[in-house]
């Protein structure tokens, strides 16, 4: 880290106390030429003429300067003479860069350093221990401390030029390993550990190579290549990694990690080799400077700082799907407008110029389209009218057929809802059987649209979701079957206007919606007969398969209840209470009546967590698995125990057989049922339970000497007290259940079933 925030302050320090010169020179006839003048450097905003000869440099011979020797290159001067026109002109304040300079080589450089600095702090104190995460934060603050010595780099001093190199060279390489390391946490391994050795291998060559010709200055132009096709090997070799993990992986739970991972890495590395690298190895040109190149590295600690701390990500599939649909959309329109940008300026004067132009005008129109969309999202509600707004009709539909019971009453509400959005003249619902002239009216129809109506039904392929749009107005099909058709028809628009593109497909998706729940009723009316006939109207009793798939749905609603109480309520109350015990400990300036009414609170808090806790458990008996039936039920036993007035005597010596699941959590609902009937309606003072098997059954015993009942009436007692539900979940076991009672002769019930239950239904 000391190395890396010293090295980050020198290369600063060095760019903004020496100006970018940016005049590039050769030795022709033992004279020194000057050959370019950089953009943005000093010689260009001075006006430094090329073809110029430099006569000296720092009142020395060119040839004796540093950056001239070596790169040919006037750079790190103080002063420098031309001599031009058998004039010689003499440049000897060079005491500032341009703002340019200055924003993407010192400004922008040094508030990513910084930045990086706060990410890599976030990842150590934030981020679990782990050896995948030493190695990002490095090559954070590699590609950063990488980034910020491009300042130096361009004025040709050789300590910042060895730090670019080398960091740059290093930097993809710890990338692939912390890739290694963090997928290896995860037992995931697609490329060998030995690649990775072999690059630290080749980087740590090329950067001693680099450092031996900068210190003996002597630095032979065979070698100014190999530091940027050695870079160009690592990029490909790193795509390579992580595109090949997303193919292999990309169909199981990671495959989102490494889509994340792909495109961090294409939007940070892509233009720096597409259109810096490879051009200027190939053709000896750039299609874009490296200052901009390296400003896309800012993608990758986002991508890999959100990667890290976000425990659900966004879907990056989505994502990528509206960008490539984005970038197919611009391609006419950039093309079209890079056209005309160059008839009219006549600015490009190369093909790299027409290119660049391209790419900034392409990359603008799929931002805007981008940003386009996100703000008609977020904002389309608040700048149309909500009574327009067909978004919100639809969910203002949605909530109002949860409050509809009949076919009847839902049209209304669709006729209602389509009249207020679109402020259209009258509405009429109708029905026509497919094969006669019959209708069914909801209101009266004119007899004219009938016979239009008639017309235009026979001579079109119609199905739910259809418009028909005629000049006596226009319909929609929102019912379609094999006997009848069912419409609403509206006389048009009170403006007089044709239906819009989005009318249509706001008529469309609400028919839809209404005849999927109207379908939905008639399914549940049709379930709710099958229902009531499959009832033994003698016994009151389901078949078995239905009792066990009801009781079924109930526990795991049971349990999904107990879940979110306890995931949610109950550690909200637990926070609560360790605040409030906290404050108790800390504040002793606490006035004592304060003092006192903040224990009383503590105390109700910790009654209502009892509480809670205890409803989670009957909803849902913890470990109830683990423990087994006998266990859970001594433990139940004693809970009714601590809140009634009778005692329980539990016997289970004769009980030596395995039940499954199902039949185990049968038994403890109806043994708590029977107490829970003890407790409200019994008062017994002695309650008597007895679980015991043989070969062929389970024989559950309970017994009270309560006040008992009158058993005569037994369909009206078991709606009313909840020996139903007991009896549908012995009839759900196959099992039998003999109750005996009388009015002061206590209450027992009988209950057996066997052993192996023969499943009618798979559950």
Known sequence: MLFFIISACYVTSLAINQPFLGIDIEEQDGKYVVVNIDSEGWADRHHVPLGSEVVSINGESPGEHTTVKMFNEVEM????????????????????????????????????????????????????????????????????????????????????????????????????????????????????????????????????LEKYFLVTRNYPDFFDPVPAWLLLGLYITLFWVIYRGLYIYKATPVGSVFKYMSVGMTLAFYPYIFLYLIPGLTFGVQIITLEVGAFFLTALPVTFIYLITRERLIDISFVISRVRYYTLLSILPSLLLTFITSWFWNTPNSVIEYIQVHLAIHVTLIVFLSMKEVVDFRLQRYLFSARYSFQESMHRMAKDMKDQSNAVDLMKVMRAEIKNVMNVRDIYIYSKHIKRDVYCVYDPIPNDILEHLHDQLNDNQLDVGSILETEKGFGVIVGFSLDKITMLWCKGKRDYTTLNRDEKTYLQTISHN?????????????????????????????????????????????????????????????????????????????????????????????????????TCNELRPAFIEEMGLVQSLKNLIQQYQLRSNFTVYFSEERFQTELDQERVLAIYRIVQELLTNAVKHSGAKIVKISLSNDENEVVLRYSDNGRGMDFSFQRDLFSHIGLSGIEQRVNGLNGNLNITTAPGQGFEAVITFPCTVKKEVQI
């Open 514 to 614: 209404g005849n999927i729940a109207i379908e939905n009723m008639s399914l549940i009316e049709d379930l709710v007969k099958e229902l009531k006939r499959l009832r033994n109207d003698q016994t009151q009793k389901y078949p078995t398969w239905l009792s066990r798939l009801l009781f079924t749905i109930a526990e795991n609603q049971r349990k999904q209840l107990s879940i979110d109480l306890h995931d949610t309520v109950l550690q909200e109350q637990l926070f609560l209470y360790r605040k409030m015990d906290d404050l108790l400990r800390q504040r002793t300036d606490l006035p004592v009546t304060l003092h006192s009414e903040l224990v009383m609170y503590k105390e109700s808090l910790l009654d209502s967590i009892h509480l809670i806790r205890e």
């Open 77 to 208: 001067a103080s002063s420098f003479a031309i001599q031009v026109d058998n004039q010689t002109v003499m440049y000897d304040q060079i005491d500032d860069s341009s703002p340019v300079h200055w924003t993407l080589y010192i400004i922008i450089p040094v508030l990513f350093f910084v930045a990086v600095l706060g990410i890599s702090y976030l990842v150590h104190k934030r981020v679990p221990k782990r050896y995948s995460m030493g190695k990002l934060i490095l090559f954070f603050l590699a590609i950063a401390t990488g980034y910020i010595s491009n300042s130096g780099a361009v004025r040709d001093d050789l300590y910042s030029i060895f730090l670019n190199t080398s960091l740059f060279l290093v930097s993809p390489v710890i990338l692939i390993h912390f890739l290694y390391n963090y997928f290896q946490e995860l037992n995931i391994y697609w490329f060998s550990k030995k690649l990775i050795y072999f690059l630290y291998f080749l980087t740590i060559v090329v950067s001693l």
